[in-house]
């Protein structure tokens, strides 16, 4: 048997890294290991086409969480700008900021119209369904039916591939948790008048947000740096093929698949694995009992078309949301908004059209050329890009974005939970994909702190699983327990 590493992760995604850096900066024993040869970060890496910089769906760094923001300004102390935030929603030729300014949004509605939306929004409030299961069924009791189909329902098909009535209710009350009608009517009331910004309560409202001057990625890859310099290790290119359980010496056996299909193998005392849970299960020997249910978890994938063009009147939108149904395309990025060094040239426009798929159906196996040519005719129909001025462009592919929050997957998440629970104790599922969880970059980021304090205080002072949507703990005391377990006194040195 080879040396003994007291963690293993698998997965250089925001929790993964988190946890690593975590553990390494208290000389703790870790190793990680990250499928993609080159990039770190997983969906919120940074890609790079011929210098143009872009993100894998747009990564906003704002959190409610104190111990998160303190971390961002550990790793990455001077490389944030403040962006404003702007976005838009594009529905039938028209145009309506998000957050919604009140009226604005009744000018292209037209007055019958909005005078329809808020019958129908008082009738759902006189009559709403009770405990709804649905999507379609929660949105409709916050916003009423004729909204539900104005601004959610074609969107929200287009992500998930599914209808409204096939979500789970789970899904909304995460994304839109504190967004009402009354809320976002308040919202837009002062946007339209233009007076003092106010806080709506709702996260989905913010107005700026901090983001590093090359992309997400700049941040992650300085994060993998830092690990390796307080002497954690990082591996590339290594795919985990296997994991088992030894229940007498309560060791794990991992081995990893290499670029050119190596098999290495590492023992440890703890895993934690931001991998997709459905893969982590299929990996486990002996097979665990709840592999069904892993095999019945859903992802949705996506890809992103990037066109690059000659300059332009310039674009105020970070992103624009795409509500019409008469194109694919679910979201237009622009990513000299997010940030002007992600421009190679300083001057070209550079626009990443999102289109949701499923690895394997039509659009995930088109030719790029195919997709390049879609594109740039949805961008000039949009009207956010002239086709004749595009002179370069590629495709980039990500399987499993987003974990389906269907009828079915809560239940099978429990079991699965509860199995691992019982029978693998040291293994700790974190990130958005290892807890088939719809994360953002900052719950990722607590759910892996999380279990590494776990991890150093030798047992599970915190239970991961209650990181809200804010990315804060629900028990009060995180802070001091963050200090407490990181302090000299706590922390073991590193083993040899």
Request: with cysteine.
């Amino acid at each position: 048997m080879g040396d003994i590493i007291e963690t293993i992760i698998i997965g250089a995604g925001p929790a993964g890294l988190t946890a690593g850096y975590t553990l390494a900066k208290n000389r703790r024993d870790v190793l990680v290991l990250e499928q993609d040869p080159v990039y770190v970060g997983g969906i919120s890496r940074t890609a790079n086409y011929k210098g143009f910089l872009f993100d894998i769906g747009g990564h906003r760094f704002f959190s409610k969480s104190k111990e998160i923001v303190d971390l961002w300004n550990e790793i990455l102390p001077d490389d944030f700008l403040e962006r404003p935030r702007l976005s838009r929603i594009y529905y039938r030729g028209k145009f309506y900021a998000y957050p919604l300014k009140a009226f604005e949004a009744l000018k292209n509605l037209g007055l019958i119209e909005s005078a329809l939306c808020m019958a129908s929004f008082a009738y759902a409030k006189a009559f709403p369904v009770k405990e709804p299961k649905t999507f379609h069924q929660w949105v409709r009791n916050q916003f009423g039916e004729r909204l539900f189909g104005i601004f959610f329902k074609t969107y929200t098909e287009k992500v998930w591939g599914m209808g409204c009535d096939e979500i789970s209710a789970d899904w909304a009350a995460q994304r839109i948790k504190g967004l009402s009608l009354g809320a976002a009517i308040i919202d837009g009331l002062r946007r339209s008048l233009g007076l003092r910004k106010g806080d709506s309560g709702a996260k989905s409202l913010i107005e700026s947000f901090r983001y590093p001057r090359r992309g997400p990625g700049m941040m992650w890859e300085a994060c993998a740096r830092k690990i390796q310099e307080m002497g954690g290790r990082m591996l590339m290119g290594r795919g985990v093929d296997s994991l088992a359980y030894d229940e007498a010496s309560k060791l794990w056996t991992v081995r990893a698949r290499t670029e050119s299909g190596e098999i290495e193998t590492y023992f440890a005392r703890n895993v934690m694995s931001s991998a997709p849970m459905r893969d982590l299960m299929n990996a486990i020997e002996p097979k665990p009992m709840s592999l069904f249910n892993a095999r019945d978890l859903k992802y949705r994938d996506f890809l992103t078309v990037v066109l690059i063009g000659r300059p332009q009147k310039e674009l105020p939108d970070n992103w624009v949301y795409i509500h019409d149904p008469s194109v694919k395309v679910g979201r237009v990025q622009n990513f000299r908004s997010w940030s002007p060094e992600m421009i190679a040239d300083g001057v070209s426009t550079c626009l990443g059209l999102e289109y949701f798929c499923f690895e394997g159906d039509g659009l995930w196996t088109a030719r790029d050329e195919d997709l390049i040519e879609l594109a740039r005719r949805e961008i000039g129909q949009i009207g956010l890009m002239d086709p004749a001025d595009v002179f370069d462009a590629c495709v980039v592919r990500q399987a499993k974005a987003y974990p389906v929050y269907d009828e079915t997957y809560a239940q099978n998440v429990e079991t699965i939970r509860r199995e691992i629970a019982t029978r693998f104790p040291s293994l700790r599922c974190i990130g958005r994909n290892g807890m088939h969880k719809y994360n953002n970059q900052d719950h990722a980021m607590m759910t892996g702190m999380l279990a590494a304090l776990n991890i150093m205080s030798g047992e599970e002072v915190f239970d991961i699983w209650q990181v809200n949507e804010d990315a804060e703990y629900s028990e009060a005391g995180v802070e001091g327990a963050v200090e407490a377990l990181t302090s000299e006194r706590l922390v073991p040195r590193k083993v040899a």
